[in-house]
């Protein structure tokens, strides 16, 4: 399989269980060729022509030949410079012929951009009815927060060691939050857990959770008890990063009483407590390791390629006939 083929696979998915519906991402990719077609020439050559097909401005190939053949693929959550030097030194010492290297957390421009991805967020909460000039307000700053946070760090530090190494670099953070978003979206509907301890039993018993528990990482009830009810439960799981932290009386009025994310911080908690919400958090890096599984399940199916894992990964192959939704 080639690099580009994996990298276009993996947006396609991304686009397939994104859950603001293709005809939102039809149009924001229709908005971008529009953006394109009034540049001037010379401002078409600096243009990013990936952001024609790709609507996930934090997944891009970083470093490397499209064109490349891939068989094997080092596979981490965070990618850094270390985990570029283990590749090389895996190649140059044991003889394990990776080919390219997989980050599940954006680098280079792609971890530039990570801001503009949380405009997603705005969709997923005014579909639980609020109002969409709400979410986009208090998103706003906070968007322009996570920019400003972003603008002085140095993005392609790891991507120049994987070049200087001649290592292919692939980011996928997005497409992969979709796929854990939707799968546990739909496990959700449909186990229909009424109290917070039948929601953790249904966590607790997807494998990549299970393992996270053996390492004392286990999810969590950070606001409720074991038998609070459920309610209706929001999957806080995709759109880049933490949202705005003075959302959560909203999320209270809307209907939703229980969310579910990766992880919170203490303002952000403190926050979702005054709102009476129920927090759990399923683990940020378990959380991300499904999703990746999920992702590389639908990208090659036919077990394809060979896996190296690091940095917080294991590799779990699902049924080819498993549905991330309905």
């Known amino acids: 399989m080639k690099l580009g083929e994996i990298y276009r696979r993996a947006v396609a998915i991304g686009i397939d269980y994104d859950l603001r519906g293709r005809e939102e991402i039809n ?45 094997k693929v080092l596979v981490g959550i965070d990618l850094e410079v270390g985990e570029v030097l283990l590749a090389y030194l895996l190649n140059r010492d044991r003889g394990e012929k990776i080919d390219c290297l997989i980050a599940h957390h954006p680098e280079g421009r792609a971890l530039a951009r990570l801001a503009e991805v949380m405009k997603l967020q705005v969709d997923l909460l005014s579909q639980y009815g609020i109002a969409v000039s709400v979410v986009e307000q208090l998103m706003e700053k906070r968007i322009a927060e996570v920019e400003r946070r972003l603008l002085p760090v140095n993005h392609n530090r790891t991507v ?58 286990a999810p969590k009830i950070l606001h409720g008890s074991e038998n609070s009810r459920c309610g209706q439960i929001y999957v806080d799981m995709t759109g880049g ?85 309905s």
Request: aromatic share 8%; net charge negative; charged share 35%.
């Open 160 to 217: 120049d060691v994987a070049r200087l190494l001649g290592l292919p670099f692939l980011c996928l953070h997005t497409p992969a939050d979709n796929c854990v978003t939707a799968y546990l979206k739909k496990r959700f509907d449909q186990e229909k857990p009424l109290f917070l301890r039948d929601l953790l039993k249904i966590l607790r018993s997807i494998p990549e959770y299970e393992a996270s528990a053996r390492l004392e990482g």
């Open 241 to 325: 990063t933490e949202g705005s932290k003075e959302i959560f009386d909203k999320i209270a009025t809307s209907g939703i009483s229980t969310i579910v994310g990766m992880h919170f911080s203490e303002e952000h908690l403190e926050k979702a407590k005054k709102a009476n919400l129920n927090i759990v958090v399923a683990g940020h890096i378990a959380s991300d390791t499904l999703g990746l599984n999920l992702l590389l399940d639908a990208i090659d199916p036919e077990n394809e390629l060979e896996f190296v894992c690091v940095s917080g990964f294991e590799r779990r192959r699902r049924p080819a006939s498993g549905e991330i939704r």
């Open 27 to 71: 149009r924001l990719l229709a908005e971008e060729k529009e953006k394109y077609e009034k540049l001037e020439e010379s401002e078409k050559a600096s243009f990013d022509l990936d952001r024609l097909f790709n609507p996930f401005a934090d997944s891009r190939i970083l470093w490397g030949d499209p064109e490349i053949e891939v068989k």
